[in-house]
Every structure is written in structure tokens, then in C-alpha cells.
């Protein structure tokens, strides 16, 4: 199974700073790589699909880049209701693959 | 907009089975993959398997092969994760997704069912 790791795993900033995630995975997994936020008692919710892709209706301040082995994630203007655990998923092999989680609370 | 709804909450003891329902509603059944992942006390979320609503086929993760099990009803909308021979290992929230633009690309989540196995 192809492993993700992501760093950190948790973090605190501050109301409008930027936050920067990385996942990064055991194997070229080309751009095949979605990221998810998961507030606290909820389901998972997609943001961010194959790598780089906005989903529809998800604010413009979340992003995505990267490709083979390195991604990375950005909030670009921390908000009070992006408290929640991110996480990436590989899918360029089975079974598809979660990262750790990053816990992203507000300072 | 796609909406999932699933079944409640469950307990069972060690070795016995546990089955989950999946309920989708927006007219989007067909045409998609339903996806299980569960997720432990603690732990990260783990895909255990699909199923392709539109011909029934069905893949499995290795480490679930044997317990579990991944049926549709298409007149119904509704999918269903068995899983057998549970262990206190089991314990988790189990999630169904249906897949967006791309089939392994989890669209759309259901609210989650907590399962507890205890003896």
C-alpha cells in the first residue's frame, strides 16, 4: 500500500494567517491526490481533487500544487470555521490512502 | 445536491456481524461508486471497499477481504457494508461516500455510523 505522510500534525495560527500543509507519498502517485477537511463531530467534506482542482462551491482560499511524490495544501487567510483535521488521499493505487490528518486550530 | 443518509448506531459483541445501510437521495444512485471507510477512535480513515451502483461490481481492500461485504439495491437507492467476525479492533465510525467527477474521488459523505464491539 502506498503510505502518506502528513506534516504537521497539528498546527495554531492565528485569524487570517496563511497555513501550509505538506502530504507526501511513498511512490509517484502522479497528481492523483484529493485533500479533505473534516470539522470536529462531522463527516469528511472535499475540497481539493486531483491535486490542483477547486470542488465546486469550496472557497477560493483553500488550494492545492503539487505532483509524483510532494503536495502541498494552503489556507491563504485562516478563517474561525477552518478549525477542523485535513487530510490528503492517493488514489493512483489500490487501496486508496489517507494521510495522517493535520489538526488546524485557532491561536 | 447529492445527500447520504445512514443507518444508526450500532453495538455487537466480538464475532458477530454488523450491517450498515446507506440511503442516497438527489436522483445521482446510479451512475456512481459507493464507497465504505471507516475510522477508528484516534486513528486515520481507511478505505475497506466499493461498489459500482451501476453493474454491482464490487472491490475490496485486502486487510477486509473475507469480512466484509458490499451490496446495492438500485430501486432503492441504497447501499449496504456487512462486516463479519467483528473484534474490539472494529470499534469506529464507518462512512459512506459516493464518488464525484472521478470514482475514487469521494464527492459526497453520509453522517457516519458509530460501531462499538464489546463483549
Known amino acids: 500500500d502506498i503510505q502518506m505522510t502528513q506534516s504537521p500534525s497539528s498546527l495554531s495560527a492565528s485569524v487570517g494567517d496563511r497555513v501550509t500543509i505538506t502530504c507526501q507519498a511513498t511512490?509517484?502517485?502522479?497528481?492523483?491526490l484529493n485533500w479533505y477537511q473534516q470539522q470536529p463531530g462531522k463527516a469528511p467534506k472535499l475540497l481539493i481533487y486531483?491535486?490542483?482542482n477547486l470542488e465546486t462551491g469550496v472557497p477560493s482560499r483553500f488550494s492545492g500544487s503539487g505532483s509524483g511524490t510532494d503536495f502541498s495544501f494552503t489556507i491563504s487567510s485562516l478563517q474561525p470555521e477552518d478549525i477542523a483535521t485535513y487530510y490528503c488521499?492517493?488514489?493512483?493505487?489500490?487501496?486508496?490512502?489517507f494521510g495522517g490528518g493535520t489538526k488546524v486550530e485557532i491561536k | 445536491q447529492v445527500q447520504l443518509v445512514q443507518s444508526g448506531a450500532e453495538v455487537r459483541k466480538p464475532g458477530a456481524s454488523v450491517k450498515v445501510s446507506c440511503t442516497a437521495s438527489?436522483?445521482?444512485?446510479?451512475?456512481?461508486?459507493i464507497h465504505w471507510v471507516r475510522q477508528a477512535p484516534g486513528q486515520r480513515l481507511e478505505w475497506m471497499g466499493c461498489?459500482?451502483?451501476?453493474?454491482?461490481?464490487?472491490k475490496y481492500s485486502q486487510k477486509f477481504q473475507g469480512r466484509v461485504t458490499i451490496n446495492r439495491d438500485t430501486s432503492a437507492s441504497r447501499a449496504y457494508m456487512d462486516l463479519s467476525s467483528l473484534r474490539s479492533e472494529d470499534t469506529a465510525v464507518y462512512y459512506c461516500?459516493?464518488?464525484?467527477?472521478?470514482?475514487?474521488?469521494?464527492?459526497?459523505w453520509g453522517q457516519g455510523t458509530p460501531v462499538t464491539v464489546s463483549s
Open positions: 461516500a459516493i464518488s464525484g467527477r472521478y470514482f475514487w474521488v469521494f464527492g459526497y
Open positions: 486531483d491535486a490542483s
Open positions: 461498489i459500482s451502483v451501476d453493474n454491482g461490481k464490487t
Open positions: 511512490q509517484d502517485i502522479s497528481n492523483y
Open positions: 488521499q492517493q488514489y493512483d493505487n489500490l487501496p486508496p490512502t
Open positions: 438527489g436522483n445521482t444512485f446510479n451512475n456512481h461508486g
